[in-house]
């Protein structure tokens, strides 16, 4: 194969590598679900990538919320049989609480 | 009729459908009862007159004493907001405020959709008359003392609320969809129960 196309195609790679800021490998961007349900965050533990959404549903009669412990995302008021998403696009493991309910607490790791 | 009252949380639940012979009786039998019926008989607020009619309520009745018992709460709390400077009280008034309107407003709902009209009973009136005797006595505390009454009162009640809910009201209940309603709001009031239990630790 002559050399020119080689570099064409290396060139094609690395640009569909990187579109959108997610390696092609790493698939596309996924969306999680955590069931809020009982005063409890089920699973309590999740582990995702950078990109991707959790989707938080509330299936109490309560709102409730989805807070960084250190205050770094926060969904706000999830209304009791709604529900909100959040989409994660720092690396990190973050502890989560309800701000309204401070026993309550899962943990979120995003992977890069 | 004999009793293990050793927590406080069975003495409680025992209470909402066995009513005590006399506390003499109690203290004869049980010395290890003595702290918790002391501390049982401070606190709660709302023991029926008589408790056995908790077990004879009906439908309606019961949506009516859950909706009462919700609506006592939220007025505990709005008087929380007005009296105290503790931030974590605050907040735990703020959210039993924003928790109880939920349950109330899923009650309303169902009542409506069952179109059942929730009925006034001797156990609503009851707590409603115990629970004005309360306010008035703890309007009359101020800082540090308010809260520790607060917090207390907190625990207490949520205890027999949930208590009656889980003994009493979701056995009797008729209706599935009321059943359904209990259960879920029973798992609201025992977070509630949970969290006054941290507040009351916190405010000693």
């Given amino acids: 194969m002559p050399a020119i196309s080689r570099y064409r195609r290396a060139t094609l790679v690395v640009a569909c590598v990187f579109v959108s800021g997610h390696p092609v490998w790493a698939g596309q961007p996924k969306t999680h679900q955590v069931d809020i349900s009982a005063f409890k965050f089920l699973p309590e533990r999740v582990i995702v990538r950078v990109g991707d959404t959790i989707l938080f549903v509330n299936k109490d009669l309560v709102p409730h919320t989805a807070t960084a412990q250190e205050a770094s995302w926060d969904t706000g008021e999830i209304r009791g049989g709604a529900e909100k998403a959040y989409k994660f696009e720092q690396v990190g493991r973050f502890v989560y609480i309800c701000r309204y309910h401070p026993a309550m607490q899962g943990v979120v790791e995003v992977k890069p | ?204």
């Fill in chain 2, 1 to 204: 009729v004999k009793h293990t009252f050793k927590p406080v949380h069975s003495f409680v639940a025992i209470a909402v459908f066995r009513p005590i012979r006399t506390l003499g009786d109690a203290f004869m039998n049980r010395r290890t009862a003595i702290p918790s019926l002391l501390l049982a008989a401070c606190l709660v607020p709302a023991l029926p007159a008589n408790a056995q009619d908790a077990s004879k309520l009906n439908d309606t009745e019961i949506a009516h004493v859950v909706v009462n018992a919700d609506e006592i709460d939220i007025r505990y709390a709005h008087l929380a907001l007005a009296l105290t400077r503790n931030p974590a009280v605050r907040e735990f008034a703020q959210t039993m405020i924003r928790d109880h309107t939920a349950v109330t407003e899923q009650a309303s709902a169902l009542a409506k959709k069952l179109n059942l009209t929730p009925k006034d009973n001797a156990v609503s009136q009851d707590l409603l008359k115990k629970s004005e005797a309360l306010v008035a006595d703890m309007r009359k505390l101020d800082g540090a003392a308010f809260d520790r009454r607060y917090a207390e009162n907190e625990l207490a009640y949520h205890k027999f609320v949930n208590g009656a809910v889980e003994k009493v009201f979701i056995p009797n209940a008729k209706n599935a969809e009321l059943k359904a309603l209990l259960q879920a709001g029973l798992k609201t009031f025992q977070a509630h129960e949970a969290h006054a239990e941290m507040m009351v630790g916190a405010v000693k």
